[in-house]
């Protein structure tokens, strides 16, 4: 058995269109969250300005990100990526063929999209930790579903553990804290920032970017166990092939939807309450203790949207219609991530039209449907003339060695 024997990647008809369909709404939430990056903040800001808060309609529209969105959409970018690992191994070695080494050149070619992207675009970049994390996931693809069910379940428990008691700790040192803009270390280098995205040239920019990009790696000590641990879950499910028989696991989506909904839609709300508040008495060390709440339950209500959204389409067909134009967006998920990056940076950064910190919250989720909307038709009409999205068919060109056909012909299934 060679390595190569019919290494190709799968084609249209293997698709199974509720992944895409997902993977096309979370594609919304990444940018809903996102947002708030491009048009006014530096990504080493967790929260907003407590002025940019002034209006009842930019709270409300606060309030309803960070409860539904923040921290939801890329634990399931990463559950569909641990998924899709699951999927493409299976096929490959269907045919034959050792899946590690494609494997691996998948990732180090994603890593390559990730540092260039954060580096050169936005520093905000999650590939870069989705390429590390699918490489460690490598190590788990011989376990049983129930050793990896037990994984994913650690890894959370310790999370929990550490997040929860650093949160109590946050939440005890609150009330002694001082002004928080002006005792926080880094409130010099954000201001740098701000000036350097909202007034300078890109030269200007990209030096704060690559300094920038260096301190974000300290973001991933928070973020890479959550995604760890949904890649984990994405590869149980496809050890189980749960979505490839969707209408068989129906009930099994509708439990899992009754019991993580309403605990993360309670968990998240009241995060979002207390971070707001914590805001409005401009005490930031309270919004991060609020914040330890969030990075623990965040991935249940994610969990939550997972079996909602498999239980709606096994008994909905108009749902599956209506979601098919969504679903090609998810197809070129990688594109229309990076050019999200591309198209907001141009809006909002000064060597672009310079709306950086012009454009209110509310304003933004307005926005981020709009930009959304475009990517959903152009991704549409996109895949009826090619069988890959730009990116999508330079990353299996490069993981394959070799260049593949991308304009569709009458023979292209």
Request: net charge positive.
């Amino acid at each position: 058995m060679t390595e190569m024997t019919d290494a190709r990647p799968a084609r249209e008809s293997e698709r199974i269109l509720a992944l895409d369909a997902l993977r096309g709404i979370a594609l919304l939430g990444i940018l809903m969250v996102n947002m708030a990056s491009f048009k006014g903040l530096s990504t080493l800001e967790l929260f907003p300005q407590p002025e940019s808060l002034a209006q009842p309609a930019d709270q409300t529209a606060f309030w309803v990100i960070e409860a539904l969105f923040t921290g939801k959409f890329y634990p399931i970018f990463a559950f569909l990526f641990g998924l899709g690992f699951a999927l493409q191994i299976g096929r490959l070695e269907a045919r034959g063929v050792n899946p590690t080494g494609i494997m691996l050149r998948r990732m180090l070619v994603l890593l390559g999209f990730g540092v260039l992207h954060g580096l050169f675009i936005w520093t905000g970049d999650v590939l870069l930790i989705y390429a590390l994390a699918g490489m460690t996931l490598l190590l788990f693809r011989y376990l049983s579903p129930r050793a990896v069910l037990y994984w994913v379940l650690g890894l959370w428990g310790v999370q929990a553990l550490c997040c929860l008691s650093c949160g109590g700790f946050l939440f005890l040192s609150a009330p002694f804290a001082g002004d928080s803009a002006q005792d926080d270390p880094l409130q010099s280098l954000i201001e740098r920032g701000r000036d350097a995205y909202a007034s300078g040239s890109y030269w200007q920019a990209q030096r704060f970017r690559f300094l920038e990009w260096l301190m974000m790696f300290l973001n991933a000590v928070f973020l890479a166990p959550n995604v760890l641990m949904m890649f984990l879950l994405g590869l149980y499910f496809g050890q189980l092939r749960v979505f490839e028989r969707l209408g068989e696991h129906r009930r099994w989506m509708l439990w899992l939807a009754g019991v993580c909904l309403p605990i993360g839609l309670a968990a998240n709300g009241l995060y979002a309450t207390g971070v707001l508040n914590a805001l409005r008495v401009e005490n930031e060390l309270l919004g991060y203790a609020w914040l330890m709440l969030a990075v623990v339950f965040a991935p249940i209500l994610a969990l939550g949207y997972i079996g909602a959204f498999g239980w709606l389409w096994t008994v909905s067909e108009r749902l599956q219609r209506l979601l098919a134009p969504i679903a090609a967006a998810g197809r070129m998920a990688l594109t229309n991530y990076l050019m999200q990056s591309v198209v907001c940076t141009l809006l909002f950064y000064g060597y672009g039209f310079g709306l950086h910190d012009r454009v209110g919250i509310a304003q933004g989720v307005g926005l981020t449907v709009l930009i959304w909307g475009v990517q959903v038709v152009l991704s549409a009409l996109w895949l009826a003339r090619f069988q890959y999205g730009p990116m999508e068919w330079l990353w299996r060109s490069l993981t394959y060695g070799k260049r593949l056909p991308l304009r569709r012909t009458p023979a292209t299934t």
